[in-house]
Each structure stands twice: as structure tokens, then as C-alpha cells.
């Protein structure tokens, strides 16, 4: 065969083959830049790592409900309005509130969630007021709803309330023994270490936690304190309670 020939035959195979070889050629390319992720597909769908999955929650809301309480109150004066009741505390120079109860508005001296005690609150009321006596109020319950960036445990945080009312009734006890000028230390620091460890616990970061936190530390602070009058213990003492009334409203 001649050279001419078979120059011609070459050159009329690779008319056929170079499509063939352009297609092959140009999906073997893409496919290897597709499998090693640097460039996908056309039409491919692009992940992106840093979107949030749906189920992710930015805050979580809570319910709490609030013990009901019972207060031990000594009474000094009832009255048909509110504005009567303050002239009361003012004409008198008094530490003392006002709790509304069977739509009248009573005054009161000092008030506690436990009662065993207060017979020493009453006779010093006494020599404010002769009549005074002993009542009782009701602050009833309270479901509150609670907001948090974290998951926290509810029932947890409920027992750690209901535990601060049970240490709060001790201070009916510190309330007599100021009157009666006895040594409060070992009670003081009885409660102190309660209160302490009831801040110590994690479940107070929420909305609520804030505001109940300060009360207990306000509550540690007037433990901590040593009066020397029943009347500087009184007035920093029924603020806290007060304090404490304000959460249910």
C-alpha cells in the first residue's frame, strides 16, 4: 500500500474517532472533579454545614407554679381603705404594711410563714397598739411562666422555692430572739448555710431566676446581720416580704 493511502486512512480514522474521544474524554474530567468534591455537577445540591437543623430550639418556656402561702400576721389596725391604712403607719411612725383581706386593708406589724414564735411579736406590738392580735392571710398560688436560652429542670427549681419558704419560716424564731435579746448565732448561721446552698444550685439561670435570686440574697443579707432592735430587723425584714408578695401579683 502506498504511503498516500495509508495517510489518507489515518486521517479519515481520526475524522470518526475524535467526537468519541471528546466525549469520553470531557466525562471522565467531570466525573473525577465531582467525586473529589471541589467542583460539583451542574444541578448537584450544595450542603451547607452551617445552617441549623430544624429541631434546634433558641428558647425554651417552662411552667411554674408557686406555692400557695399561708402567713402568720400580727394585725395592728383594719381599715376601709388604702389610703387610710398609710396614714395609720404614718400618724404612728411604724415599720408595718398593708395586706388587703376581705376587702378591707388591714395593718400589719410583722408577718411569718411559721407561727411558733410569734407570741413575742404580739406583746411587743402590744405596747404599740393594746389590741393587736394574730390573724392569718393567704397569698394563694401562682403559675408563672418561665423562659430560658437552656434546658433547665423544672421540678428542681420548684423544690429549691418550696425549700426557701421552709427556711423563711425560721425567722419567726430570730424575730423573737432579737426581742427577747438572746444570741441568734447558731440559728443565723443555720440559715445562712441553707440559703447558701440553695444558691449554690444550678437552676437559676431564666427570666424568673434573676428576681428570686436577689430575694434570697437579700433574705442572706438580713440573716448575716446581727440587730440590736427588733425594730431594724422589722423594717428590713418585711421589705423582703414584700418583695416576696410582689412575685404573685
Given at each position: 500500500m502506498k504511503k498516500s493511502t495509508r495517510a489518507l486512512i489515518v486521517v479519515i480514522a481520526l475524522i470518526f474517532l475524535a467526537p468519541l474521544i471528546g466525549y469520553f474524554g470531557t466525562k471522565y474530567?467531570?466525573?473525577?472533579?465531582?467525586?473529589?468534591?471541589?467542583?460539583?455537577?451542574?444541578?448537584?445540591?450544595?450542603?451547607?454545614?452551617?445552617?441549623?437543623?430544624?429541631?434546634?430550639?433558641?428558647?425554651?418556656?417552662?411552667?411554674?407554679?408557686?406555692?400557695?402561702?399561708?402567713?402568720?400576721?400580727?394585725?395592728?389596725?383594719?381599715?376601709?381603705?388604702?389610703?387610710?391604712?398609710?396614714?395609720?403607719i404614718q400618724d404612728k411612725n411604724l415599720n408595718a404594711f398593708v395586706f388587703k383581706k376581705d376587702n378591707l386593708y388591714k395593718v400589719v406589724y410583722s408577718a411569718y410563714l411559721g407561727n411558733d414564735k410569734i407570741g413575742s411579736v404580739l406583746d411587743n406590738a402590744r405596747e404599740?397598739?393594746?389590741?393587736?392580735?394574730?390573724?392569718s392571710g393567704v397569698i394563694s398560688e401562682k403559675t408563672i411562666e418561665i423562659k430560658s436560652d437552656k434546658e433547665i429542670?423544672?421540678?428542681?427549681?420548684?423544690?429549691?422555692?418550696?425549700?426557701?419558704?421552709?427556711?423563711?419560716?425560721?425567722?419567726?424564731d430570730m424575730a423573737s430572739k432579737i426581742i427577747?435579746?438572746?444570741?441568734?448565732?447558731?440559728?443565723?448561721?443555720?440559715i445562712t448555710d441553707r440559703l447558701g446552698q440553695l444558691l449554690d444550685r444550678e437552676v437559676w439561670?431564666?427570666?424568673f431566676g434573676d428576681e428570686f435570686v436577689s430575694i434570697i440574697q437579700e433574705a442572706l443579707a438580713i440573716t448575716q446581720k446581727n440587730y440590736s432592735s427588733f425594730?431594724?430587723?422589722?423594717?428590713?425584714?418585711?421589705?423582703?416580704?414584700?418583695?416576696?408578695?410582689?412575685?404573685?401579683?
Open positions: 474530567i467531570l466525573l473525577s472533579m465531582n467525586s473529589s468534591g471541589s467542583n460539583p455537577a451542574v444541578g448537584e445540591p450544595v450542603v451547607d454545614e452551617n445552617i441549623p437543623e430544624a429541631d434546634e430550639i433558641d428558647e425554651y418556656t417552662y411552667q411554674l407554679t408557686l406555692d400557695e402561702l399561708i402567713v402568720s400576721m400580727v394585725q395592728l389596725a383594719s381599715v376601709s381603705s388604702k389610703e387610710k391604712a398609710d396614714g395609720f404599740i397598739v393594746g389590741d393587736a392580735f394574730i390573724t429542670e423544672i421540678d428542681l427549681l420548684r423544690d429549691t422555692v418550696h425549700e426557701f419558704y421552709s427556711v423563711l419560716g425560721l425567722f419567726d427577747n435579746e438572746e444570741s441568734s448565732k447558731t440559728l443565723r448561721n443555720t439561670n431564666n427570666s425594730d431594724s430587723f422589722n423594717k428590713e425584714y418585711i421589705n423582703l416580704l414584700q418583695r416576696i408578695f410582689n412575685v404573685y401579683e
